[in-house]
């Protein structure tokens, strides 16, 4: 299977009121390495980076763009991946249940309208390593490395 490059970038927090940004720049083609396993990427990471919150982009040849492949913080004795927040339905289906209880014509139109942008702003994005690596453990659980599946299974 063709895989992506990857981009990774290390987040730096530059003053004490909290400022920061994501810097760094080390490309590698999943092709020409011997990572399988989630957990093999973030040992890589805290071998070549150290400690730290990181975020990998990835992009490949016949995909438009290029997407959030991994994002997360990696410890010493392990990593958490962390979850993209889902969309928050409890806002939309207010919006529906006073659309629905809605008379007046303007009113309807707004809070469609309102409806329409909520939904076209949660659209669900690429975000994942998957199929290209095989996941170490539950997303948004910390993952022990003697837990993450280091070496792939035969």
């Known amino acids: 299977m063709l895989k992506p490059t990857i981009m990774i970038k290390k987040k730096k927090i530059f003053n004490d009121m909290g400022w ?8 590698i083609n999943l092709n020409e390495v011997g990572i399988l396993t989630e957990a093999q990427l973030c040992r890589f990471i805290l071998d070549n980076f150290g400690e730290g919150k990181f975020m ?15 994002k997360g913080e990696i ?31 303007g009113a309807r139109n707004m809070l469609y309208q309102m409806i329409s942008d909520e939904i076209h702003d949660n659209k669900r994005k690429r975000y994942g390593f998957s199929p290209y690596l ?3 453990g539950r997303r948004g ?6 837990d993450g ?3 792939t299974e035969a």
């Open 149 to 151: 599946l280091l070496e």
């Open 134 to 136: 095989n996941p170490s």
């Open 141 to 146: 659980d910390f993952v022990h490395w003697e």
């Open 75 to 105: 410890f010493n004795n392990g990593f958490i991946f962390e979850k993209k927040k889902g969309v928050d339905t409890d806002d939309i289906n207010y919006l529906k249940k006073e659309l629905e209880e809605e008379v007046d014509i």
């Open 20 to 27: 920061n940004r994501y810097y760094g720049t080390f490309k």
């Open 56 to 70: 990998v982009f990835a992009w490949m040849k016949g995909h438009k763009g290029f997407w959030v492949f991994w």
